[in-house]
């Protein structure tokens, strides 16, 4: 078999060592962004008489006046509003949350304690029956234990991304004075400092769990990686609320927003006479960065957990190879190097001159990291594997070579590449297909919506595609191990997918501000130039999130199958065949309630905005403020209530599953939700996307085709408006949800699999 030319005490240098080098890196990047200067010094008393004096002094033609401290306190009064908004929704989420987290916990403890009625005997080990391992009981305390640290660590990447995110929104404003490149550098750093924060927390809690799990079990890795799956369910958990309540929050404060201020009353977007504009760019933090970074943290997190899985009962496992046995981190460690030496391609080897220059530049980070990342993947498969090794298939070992694991991780990561770029050309308005419904609103709305449908089932298709051939090829070489691996790929780069990803919201922000302060055209064409640009990444970071998430899913399943001792999933059995297609179900039921409770928190929202337009003297004047913290209320108290519901369809779905139907039916369950979860998420995303940047096109008018649609105000922008309306549950609640949905449920019946196998299918005794 031979062994690996990275010794093990090398490995346990080298994983902490990029995962602080990462850490590093995202503090080096906060530094630079936090010496743009928000507060204006000189004098204190010019803020006071920009809060009192309405919102008269608004329209100061600050052409190079760069020093102007009326504008620079209102952007710092504008932060200050959004970033208290975010934290006291993210806290009051998290108190809901932290409940069902220790409530959750137990449940955890009593049903795989159960197993072997809470015995602290050794017994025999799962795969190995000769092998005494430890007992039922320690893998519930266990798993318990990493279940929290996931979810601990899920909740703090999630807060520290909006925190620097509301931190760099109006220093990205600011900067937009100097330029649209300096511009660039602000927006794009601080979404490097979450990205880069998020991939080296992630991996650093995951080897120190490994290791400190170590002390107790020692030889017994089959338990060790066992009870570490619970890292996984942990994060997932945790991003399943954040996306839906956060989702739930964006978007009803943006439909009413927009129903209301664009339609109704034709003032522009992000006008600070709105009164759901705070709420709106709150929304955008909470939704896109806290919910987006505890979602990728959960793919990574999972499809770690099961490579790992797989590999304990593999050769690497039973030899104790820890070299070969921490390829996954090993993988996501080089990953980390990679990413800093992309983003310094962005950040400083090269300077944005002009707006055009903003889509390619970041296009450049996804192919710079996806090529590095090749090399890098290939140099760790060579140092870490032996040259040829055992992984286990449903009950026999495969020999697998050390080149053939290297495919399986490039082919995912390449796949990854393709669904961006796929879904770039579906919803970028420089391409045919945005075009097009744009075109379409030339006859209203509902031609609009018909084509906006359209174009998202359509683009379904080669994303799918790519997703078959990584598995047919991944599992060909490697089996399960090999999926898991290909999903590891996907998100091997993760440090640079989020700082895109977080550019976003931070851009579309920083034109809100520009508005509300009342800076000058040209300003606000700048930022509108980054956030269109943000629009289009944050379409490619959720086809990165769903195809990672079908791969890691399947991985799971696999782990899963392995572990409940099913041999072959046969789907002519009844018992299968009804899991299969109440499975297949599953996330049209999750995405009517997530769109319903999008709709119904909206409708309050359009009401309170009417209400104070018409009850408020001198709103739409510009006399008097807007009660702003009222609409940030509704959307607080909206989400956190409406969160609870589709949440609990998915936790509770395999453990009813399981524990009644047993785990054959949850095996059907599992791969029907997948095959038709993956579909729905993507065409939702993508549909969303291409309204939104549809109706961008009409907006921005810089072609002859756009500006015969437009100008804002005209039909067709009013039918473009009605469909980004319809358009933003699917792509910013149903959407990025479902592929949590279909990653938890697999993770969770892996956590809970020892638990089914002994006491599942009650329902089946019975009768």
Known sequence: MGSAILSDLATEIVIPVCAVIGIVFSLVQWFLVARIKVSSDRHSSSSNNGKGAGYGD???????????????????????????????FLFTEYQYVGVFMVAFAILIFLFLGSVNSFSSKSQPCTYNPQEMCKPALATAIFSTISFLLGAVTSVVSGFLGMKIATFANARTTLEARKGVGKAFIAAFRSGAVMGFLLAANGLLVLYIAINLFKLYYGDDWEGLFEAITGYGLGGSSMALFGRVGGGIYTKAADVGADLVGKVERNIPEDDPRNPAVIADNVGDNVGDIAGMGSDLFGSYAESSCAALVVAS????????????????????????????????????????????????????????????????????????????????????QKVVKNWQLFLCVGVGLWAGLIIGFVTEYYTSNAYSPVQDVADSCRTGAATNVIFGLALGYKSVIIPIFAIAVSIFVSFSF????????????????????????????????????????????????????LDAAGNTTAAIGKG?????????????????????????????????????????MLPYWFSAMTMKSVGSAALKMVEEVRRQFDTIPGLMEGITKPDYATCVKISTDASIKEMIPPGALVMLTPLIVGTFFGVETLSGVLAGSLVSGVQIAISASNTGGAWDNAKKYIEAGASDHARDLGPKGSDPHKAAVIGDTIGDPLKDTSGPSLNILIKLMAVESLVFAPFFATHGGLLFKIF
């Open 313 to 396: 009962i593999s050769s690497f496992g039973i030899n104790h190879d820890l070299t070969a046995m921490c390829y996954p981190l090993l993988v996501s460690s080089m990953g980390i190097v990679v990413c800093l030496i992309t983003t310094l391609f962005a950040t400083d080897f090269f300077e944005i001159k002009a707006v055009k220059e903003i889509e390619p530049a970041l296009k450049k980070q996804l192919i710079i990291s996806t090529i590095l990342m090749t090399v890098g993947v290939a140099i760790v498969s060579w140092i870490a594997l032996p040259s040829s090794f055992t992984i286990f298939n449903f009950g026999s």
């Open 58 to 88: 608004y329209l100061i033609e600050e052409e190079e006046g760069l020093n102007d401290h009326n504008v620079v306190a209102k952007c710092a009064d504008i932060q200050n509003a959004i970033s208290e908004g975010a934290t006291s």
């Open 478 to 529: 490697a089996a399960m191990y090999g999926i898991a691996v290909a999903a590891l790929g996907m998100l091997s780069t993760i440090a640079t997918g989020l700082a895109i990803d977080a550019y976003g919201p931070i851009s579309d922000n920083a034109g809100g501000i520009a508005e509300m302060a009342g800076m000058s055209h040209r300003i606000r064409e700048r930022t509108d130039a």
């Open 544 to 584: 990165f999130a769903i195809g990672s998430a079908a791969l890691v899913s399947l991985a799971l399943f696999g782990a899963f199958v392995s572990r409940a001792s099913i041999s072959t999933v046969d789907v002519l059995t009844p018992k299968v065949f009804i899991g299969l297609i109440v499975g297949a």
